[in-house]
């Protein structure tokens, strides 16, 4: 009871999350999977699949709920995107969305709940043009658009272990020179 | 209207913020500050400075917020340290925290609203045994000992751009016998 009153003492954004599945393919060719909206608000437009978070359930939890009902698969989280909570990003009240970074473990997608259809969108090139198009729902282009961003810099520290990589092995290919050099 | 009805009509977590203030020292001497409460849950343990986000506020806002009105600073955010929402972490009710890593921007510290004293701890030394005391509020010895690994991984991260100019000296020092060789 306590409880119940502390919470409802309250006004406060309610908390949901969303998500971008990644499906990896070969290098930087990889794909998301998007969701046409089956209800209101934002009705046939596209947006990243999510959902409130209930009472009682992790974040984490209500992902991986989320993801089941709306696309049959079982996802776990990479990485948390952001924390989207501007009071106007949802006509319908104040949500605070914790987005999240997941990859496939298990199934194939298939569209249930309120989700009228799914789609892959390769990030490459196909990303790009849907963010300008202004054709999706909430603020989820501007979350695309920070994936986007987190992709490249994702990459950039991959490419920055290769470098680690190359410079040890640029170091035995240098040391060995050296070594006959000591041996002369 | 329909606001009310659509938030009233789920129960859901209540989101809060977290945050941890960074004052930089010279190389690793880096203190945190925390917070004596003043008030239950854990009255007279020490947390990291918090609250509850309100309607109509952004995270990063009520965040700036809280720290106005707990310790009298102007903070900044540097990252999102994690999302802390399981339902046992607060004895009240179920709450969701966005805690984010900040840096001072304005200001001296000084307590005011629900804390009793704040408490400089220095992150090298103080911080570890300070989070197996077990006298730390809510999961917040969890959030301390993630904002550790953090710690660590940021500044690896500055060690492999290090590594990268490395490399590149390394390289020029390298590339010199080279073509000295290619010279003879």
Not at 173 to 184: G, S
Request: glycine share 4%; proline share 4%; aromatic share 8%.
């Amino acid at each position: 009871m306590a409880r119940e009153e502390a919470y409802d003492k309250h006004k406060n954004p309610v908390p949901a999350v969303d998500f971008i599945i990644i499906n990896d393919g070969d290098n930087n060719n990889s794909k998301i999977l998007l969701v046409t909206r089956k209800n209101d608000p934002f009705k046939g437009m596209l947006s990243i699949p999510g959902g409130f978070i209930n009472a009682g359930e992790t974040a984490e939890d209500a992902m991986r709920r989320e993801a089941k009902e709306e696309t049959s698969l079982i996802v776990e989280p990479i990485a948390i995107l952001g924390v989207y909570s501007d009071p106007r990003r949802d006509p319908r009240m104040h949500t605070l969305s914790v987005t999240f970074i997941t990859r496939i473990v298990q199934g194939n997608e298939d569209a249930g709940d309120d989700a009228a259809a799914l789609k892959w969108v390769k990030t490459e090139d196909e990303l790009d043009s849907l963010i300008e198009s202004k054709r999706i729902a909430f603020d989820h282009s501007k979350i695309l658009y920070d994936f986007k961003k987190w992709l490249k810099s994702s990459r950039a520290s991959v490419d920055s272990s290769s470098c680690l990589t190359f410079w040890s092995t640029k170091k035995e290919q240098i040391d060995e020179p050296m070594q006959v050099k000591a041996t002369e």
